[in-house]
């Protein structure tokens, strides 16, 4: 089967960066994928690692290693709009994506 | 920008009751997918979806479901007889074919399936 874990709740100020990590144990590894998900709302894909290293997109970066079964999710200059569940996925050979239990990230001003 | 649609986005049930959820997946994907969420936990992963056939199913996805693609642009979920734990949001999500750089999944708004 396959675990995840990450933090449950993260707080930060504005305009601060924010550190989300996520170990995974699991078979037939593809790749490695966050969503953002605020209250009531659908997850939002965010960003993909299918190798090692960091992958920049924006405000966000992700970053794994296979060797360690880790990745992160960093968030920079945080916006009040940031405030949601952040969710890292591992995604097997057939696509299926398996969630972790989330990270509920709150900023405050 | 081209969206993943569900219809309707609250269903109201009685226990052992047949319940449809339907999708329309965005038009060029070739992979779909059905995720389910209970109230306050993480989403899971129920089925997915290629080449008119499923591809992957967890353990939740049992007997009393199944799913159907009936046309080109449809996707739909069913429920034969539905019980309590049933209760929670449906998401369809579809994806476009495989590269090498990203693996991309975009989920619809949601169904919110609730057996009384």
């Known amino acids: 089967g396959q675990s995840l874990e990450q933090p449950s709740e993260v707080t930060a100020v504005e305009g601060a960066i924010v550190q989300i990590n996520c170990t995974y144990q699991t078979s037939g590894f593809y790749g490695l994928s966050w969503y953002q998900q605020h209250d009531g709302g659908a997850p939002t894909f965010l960003s993909y690692n299918g190798l090692d290293g960091l992958e920049e997109t924006g405000r966000f970066s992700s970053f794994l290693s296979r060797s360690d079964s880790y990745g992160y999710l960093l968030l920079q200059e945080l916006q009040m709009k940031d405030s949601a569940s952040y969710f890292c996925a591992v995604i097997t050979g057939r696509r299926a994506l398996t969630f972790g239990s989330g990270t509920r990230l709150q900023v405050q001003p | 920008e081209p969206e993943v649609t569900q219809t309707p986005s609250h269903q109201v049930t009685q226990m052992g009751q047949e319940v449809i959820l339907r999708c329309v997946p965005i038009s060029n994907h070739l992979y779909f997918y059905w995720y389910r969420q209970i109230l306050g936990q993480k989403v899971e992963f129920l089925v997915s979806f290629y080449n008119n056939e499923i591809s992957e199913k967890s353990e939740i996805f049992d007997d009393q479901f199944s799913v159907e693609r009936p046309d080109g642009s449809n996707f739909t979920l069913k429920i034969r007889s539905t019980k309590l734990e049933d209760s929670a949001m449906y998401f369809c999500?579809?994806?476009?074919?495989?590269?090498?750089?990203?693996?991309?999944?975009?989920f619809g708004p949601g169904t919110r399936l609730t057996v009384l």
């Open positions: 999500a579809s994806g476009p074919p495989l590269t090498s750089r990203t693996d991309t999944q975009y």
